[in-house]
């Protein structure tokens, strides 16, 4: 099983699609690194995701209750020394079945991925919640 990818890029290459990002110049600085940070975060996600998944394609099918998908979870502490005022003091990986405000555009196959993407990514994390 190949290791999972933790850069934009990376992920492209391996979903054999360019790296041009949606335009988002009409935006706020601000929006536009959510934006853009939203972007890069699902790409990489959906490569490994198929990683997970032996070279298949997979999504979180929110309908199917039987079937586990992990988020994962991080806990904001307020720091006004820090960009936008907080920072991420740790993550954990969560299963769930179908609750209503998670949604499944982050939802990672299996628990090792999700804790992969919270220790790997957490700068896109991080940039999604300014």
């Given at each position: 099983m190949q290791e999972f990818i933790s850069k934009y890029e990376e992920a492209c290459a391996f979903l054999k699609r360019g790296t041009e990002r949606?335009?988002?110049?009409k935006y706020s600085e601000k929006k536009q690194r959510r934006l853009n940070a939203d972007h890069d975060?699902?790409?990489?996600?959906?490569a490994n995701n198929m990683i997970a998944n032996d070279g298949k394609p997979w999504e979180a099918n929110?309908?199917?209750?039987?079937?586990?998908?992990?988020?994962?979870?991080?806990?904001?502490?307020?720091?006004?020394?820090?960009?936008g005022g907080f920072r991420l003091a740790f993550f954990a990986s969560y299963c769930v079945s179908a609750?209503?405000?998670?949604?499944?555009r982050?939802?990672?196959k299996t628990k090792a991925l999700s804790d992969f993407m919270g220790r790997e990514c957490i700068d896109l994390y991080r940039d999604t919640k300014s």
């Open positions: 949606p335009d988002v110049s975060l699902e790409t990489i996600l959906e929110l309908s199917d209750t039987d079937k586990e998908r992990w988020y994962t979870w991080h806990k904001i502490i307020p720091d006004p020394k820090a960009d609750y209503a405000f998670l949604g499944a982050h939802a990672a």
